[in-house]
């Protein structure tokens, strides 16, 4: 290598040493790099390892190519090819074992003085080495040693095939005469073994590939070529074998050895080397004249149901492993993906290349990646709270739960999804409100008892406030259990009334008696709120007897009796000392429901910011609390700042406010932003008005989106019921039939003489046999009268029930089929395969394919049942059961 670029080798059974050569051989020692400070004689070559030089060997002047030799014993043996067309064995001092003694300095010389190109090792058959030289018209080109040779020829070899003899001036080191001779009259420019067999060779002669075989020198595959330097071949599948000419490589399989199978794309410059990566499958690294960049080509085989081999997928990716070019390079024989790359001034870098990383995320929220030859899963770290899971995971929770389906107790939904987000509460207590009260209001108008109030319930409260102004009666109370009578103004309508009652605070009628809701506030253990709602009502005597009860049982709160104590002391007095600390010390309490109890005892009357504006406070109290005490032109003003208060934060609160308008969606669609979750806006909108609601594009948008989500879960069954229960609050968008059976003489429908009693429709329904199956024997084409297409496996016509073939009496697929004494109208139904055509009965070909692979029509192989990529898919219901 005098006067070229320097190359580099790895040593075979070291993996922490190698070989730097050009006009010397170094031999070098890595080590990791254990502090920031390098030690003497040390080179840096990453920031984790550093490069130490162990010896140098420079006897060897005129270097054009080195191959280190393969077994462990002798180690650091290497064999030089120089410009004269000698094989010197040398050393680089490690190892001192007579072995090693009795071959170092041992040359190989050629008949006539040429450059050396080449040199390659047996990997099986050590001993033997094959050097490569130029084109000599009365010599040969490939020439293989045998190091071991003794001067003298053996008996046990044939004469004509090894040709030894001593240099009687080299004390018997020279070896003139090679154990094999190939290539005669032709250049060889670049060698390899062929590891399936220890005598095939590889060659990259002048102007072809040749494959020679030592059994039978005289003989030879070839194929003619340009690419024909530096010849590889692939260690994971030893029929693949790369070359390269200028900037073009070529990619052969030996088994189709007459032209190449692949061909990567030309580069600009001329190639200077390829390698196969040793620890990757099909990777291979090219490095060109004057670059820094080494380009990776990772080929793939991608696999076929029916097994047809298809070219393979390459994945084009460049690295830049230094900043100077680069004048060669090694992988390294152990680590995964790693390199030393060296620069024409003898600069070295040691070099990873990181895999590509593939993502896979399962709809299940699962998250996997591979990165070469490791798989990666990302788990949570312990239990995370419901609250803190994705948005995904809950909905497939609640879809598990049914979640949404409840129809009969609407309320009931919020439990299905866990009983944790106050939001949902109150979405589905205000669509259950809804619904119950459409349901009274229809049969209020049935009897005509009342006017058509019906309507505004689907608008919200926001509407039904609206429709009021004008209808409103203002009336004064006092305070129940005060000493002093202080007149406190509340407003009634029958609008109000109907807000009332969508917020839950009273049942349907005019009576505003809200003792049922205290009482079922009582029952939650709602203590706080209770009394809240009861003090609202002007009954401060009830809500210290809430207070006060709240504070005996178990699970309350015993401050509950102080804060009780506090409102028996109520006094209207406006400078009185009560007033004053209860506006103090309000501040200080925790619970939003008792600081809007005394909010509202200190406040002026009309004049209730503090109860108003407490947005812990549930909105619904809120709005009821507005709709008894403010009047009209603060109520509308309060309502509508509220409503866009709930709009622009996505508060599903707020649906109690916008009704199921085109308000509600705009909420819906906020909410949706802010969470993802379109199963409740799906299952919410649906509660709306066909008319307006249902129509608009976002909420198709979600409804489409949410099913798709249950398809990809594989909750086919869940999707099943959800399309039901849309169909049902929304027969538009009921499916029609999308597919039938048609007659391949006249193409009309034929779906109908599948049935017991023909001409009855064409559904889907009537595929079955339903009554006496001796009823139904049509096998024709109720358009044309021709013959419906036959069984392959019982040979009659489509159309004949199974359970009434003749012939099959006691066959494996009758009995199979009959079992469970009861014949599913599915049986009947006409299949085939769409790759031949071939079919039968459903159930037939059910019970075939539970023991077969191949089509039952004699001669066709068809594998049917394997093609059908949904065929082992299992619904994740059952799964999870």
Known sequence: MSGSKPDILWAPHHVDRFVVCDSELSLYHIDSAVSSELKAGSLRLSEETTATLLSINSDTPYMKCVAWYPKYDPECLLAVGQ???????????????SKSKDLIGKEFVPKHARQCNTLAWNPLDSNWLAAGLDKHRADFSVLIWDISSKYAPETAVATEKVRLSAGDAEAGLVVTKPLYELGQNDACLSLCWLPRDQKLLLAGMHRNLAIFDLRNTSQKIFVNTKAVQGVTVDPYFH?????????????????????????????????????????????????TRDSNIIRLYDMQHTPTPIGDETEPTIIERSVQPCENYIASFAWHPTSQNRMVVVTPNRTMSDFTVFERISLAWSPVTSLM??????????????????????????????????????????????????NEDPQLKSLWYTLHYILYFIVQYTEDMDQKLTGNKGPLVYTGIKSIVKSSLGTTENLRHSRSGSDRQADIIQYLSEERSLALQLCGWIKKGTDLDVEPFLNSLEQEGDWERAAAVALFNLDIRRAIQILNKGASSGKGDLNLNVVAMALSGYTDEKNSLWREMCSTLRLQLNNPYLCAMFAFLTSESGSYDGVLYENN?????????????????????FIEKLTNEMKEAGNLEGILLTGLTKDGVDLMESYVDRTGDVQTASYCMLQGSPSDVLKDERVQYWIENYRNLLDAWRFWHKRAEFDIHR?????????????????????KSISYSCSAIPHQGRGFSQYGVSGSPTKSKVTSCPGCRKPLPRCALCLINMGTPVSSCPGGSKSDEKVDLSKDKK?????????????????????????????????????????????????NLVPAETVQA
């Open 83 to 97: 410009a004269n067309g000698r094989v010197v064995l040398t050393s680089l001092g490690q190892d001192h074992n």
């Open 239 to 287: 029929d693949r074998v790369a070359s390269f000419y200028e900037g073009q490589v070529a990619i052969w399989d030996l088994r189709k050895f007459e032209k190449p199978v692949l061909t990567l794309t030309e580069q600009p410059k001329p190639l200077t080397k390829v390698a196969w990566c040793p620890t990757r499958t099909g990777l291979l690294a090219t490095l």
């Open 369 to 418: 990646w591979a990165c070469g030859r490791h798989l990666y899963e990302c788990t949570e770290e312990g239990k995370a709270s419901s609250l803190e899971k994705d948005i995904a995971t809950k909905m497939r929770l609640r879809a598990l739960s049914r979640y949404g389906l409840d129809t009969e107790q609407v309320w009931r939904n919020h439990l299905l999804a866990g």
């Open 617 to 637: 406070v549930a909105v619904r109290d809120r709005v009821a609390f507005a709709c008894k005490f403010l009047n009209d032109a603060q109520l509308n003003r």
């Open 727 to 747: 169909s049902k609050l929304d027969p538009s968008s009921k499916p029609l039939a999308q597919v039938f059976v048609s007659c391949n003489f006249c193409g």
């Open 823 to 871: 014949l599913a109208q599915f049986n009947n139904w006409f299949t085939w395969c769409h790759n031949c055509r071939h079919g039968g009965h459903a159930g037939h070909m059910l019970s075939w394919f539970r023991d077969h692979t191949e089509c039952p029509v004699s001669a066709c192989s068809c594998k049917c049942m394997q093609l059908d990529t949904t065929g």
